[in-house]
């Protein structure tokens, strides 16, 4: 809850911060997500989920990680703040963010495999869901609060949103002291890997078929996930304040609330993959409302729609790639499954829609269309992700091995 409350009131408006007080170009905004979510990735796959694997400790990788990330925050103010130059304090807060999610993924990869480590595969889809919609709630405490805070700039120029992100993070690490350790011990790893030989024996193809479905879904429904705050607030478009900003941004959080308690219980009655499957169809038809409404009632049903698609997608995803993964490689083969989240946040804003926003615009294209064409692109990988994914059942099915999803 509380890391969702921090991303809520930090991330919401940072795009706009960039690109309408510091003056950033719509595809420099993007690099705010990508460039920290490439370092991510990178330390995540190559430093701290085999160091993880090998100590085989989650919980201090979550505590450590949220320290690093806070303290780190509170210095990306402070540098940006003694520059007067504007556009170049925007990259010092891209950079910044860059070193922070060095130490940051530490706690993202330290939960992801403590997860596993805690609950019976049969249990991991309902865990996730009420997870995400319990950080649902802390998000949608976050965007009122950092709504309230931005003040057309200052809140983050200022530091009242960086200060309260940090704090955040502080505070977050408390309640993993009452946490287990985690880990897994050698018996569980050989049973484990027992079941594995045995139930997935092409597992390794089946997961990275697996890995290239969901980049296709979560780089299309999250390329829009930069430019969307900035398209709403568009001048020649519904123009919204950084209140009603906040309102239709929480809708997806209030749908993550209401969908998260019931995302196990879709996923046991349907099966892990048919869940996907609908989570995914979901969420193209909520980029498809987005991009082709010009009615502010229809945003409010696309961002419920997005949440939903969100925490359905976050809980059957996770739970399929729990039974793929052998105990003893989760944190490495979690940071891949991880790469495919994360990466989205900001790879795609900065190699699809934001290029092709700045392009449109460039020959002379309304700014609404340009952002629209945007969101239907963002439909179409989702399209591309699902058939691949579908393609990947047929398969299954036709080999008569089980299905991805018991």
């Known amino acids: 809850m509380l890391a969702m409350f921090r991303r809520g009131l930090f991330y919401t408006f940072l795009s706009i911060y960039l690109k309408e007080f510091l003056s950033l170009s719509v595809w420099e905004t993007t690099l705010y997500a990508t460039l920290p979510m490439i370092m991510s990735v990178i330390f995540q796959n190559f430093l701290w989920g085999p160091i993880t694997d090998k100590i085989q400790r989650r919980r201090t990788f979550i505590i450590c990680g949220e320290i690093l990330a806070g303290t780190g925050t509170l210095t990306i103010w402070a540098v940006h703040f003694a520059f007067y130059n504007l556009y170049i304090a ?3 807060i891209i950079i910044g963010l860059s070193f922070v999610e060095m130490f940051w993924s530490m706690s993202n990869i330290g939960w992801s495999a403590l997860i596993s480590d805690l609950y019976p595969s049969e249990k991991r889809s309902r865990i996730m869901g009420q997870l995400t919609s319990l950080g649902g709630l802390g998000r949608i405490m976050g965007i009122f609060i950092g709504g309230a805070l931005y003040d057309s700039g200052f809140g983050f120029r200022n530091g009242p949103l960086f200060f309260v992100a940090s704090a955040v993070m502080f505070v977050s690490s408390i309640p993993m002291l009452l946490a287990p350790e985690g880990g897994v011990d050698t018996e569980v790893i050989e049973k484990e890997n027992s079941i594995n030989d045995q139930d997935n024996q092409n597992y390794l193809f089946i997961f990275v078929m697996f890995i290239v479905a969901l980049i296709f879904i979560n780089f299309g429904r999250n390329s829009i996930a930069v430019p969307y705050s900035q398209y709403l607030s568009l001048d020649s478009g519904f123009n919204v304040n950084s209140i009603m900003l906040s309102f239709i941004a929480n809708m997806r959080s209030v ?42 009632q229809f945003i409010f049903i696309g961002g419920f729609l997005m949440g939903a698609a969100e925490v359905i997608i976050y809980a059957s995803s996770y739970a399929i790639a729990s039974i793929l993964i052998p105990a003893k490689m989760r944190g490495k083969l979690f940071a891949v499954y991880n790469t495919t989240f ?8 900065t190699l699809i829609s934001g290029p092709l926003i700045n392009i449109l615009i460039n020959e002379g294209k309304s700014e609404v269309f340009a952002y629209q064409c945007a969101f239907l692109i963002g439909a179409l990988l989702c399209i591309i992700g699902l058939i691949i994914f579908v393609l990947l059942e047929i398969w299954l099915k036709s080999e008569n091995n089980k299905d991805v999803s018991p």
């Not at 749908?255 to 969420?283: D, E, N, Q, V």
């Not at 994360?342 to 804003?349: C, M, P, R």
Request: aromatic share 12%; proline share 0%.
């Open 342 to 349: 994360f990466l989205s946040w900001g790879l795609a804003s």
């Open 90 to 92: 925007g990259y010092i």
């Open 255 to 296: 749908a993550a609330m209401i969908i998260g308690f019931t995302a196990g219980y879709l996923s046991k009655k349907f099966g892990h993959s048919r869940a996907l499957i609908l989570g995914t169809s979901i969420g193209i038809v909520a980029l498809l409302i987005t991009a082709l409404t010009n009615s502010l």
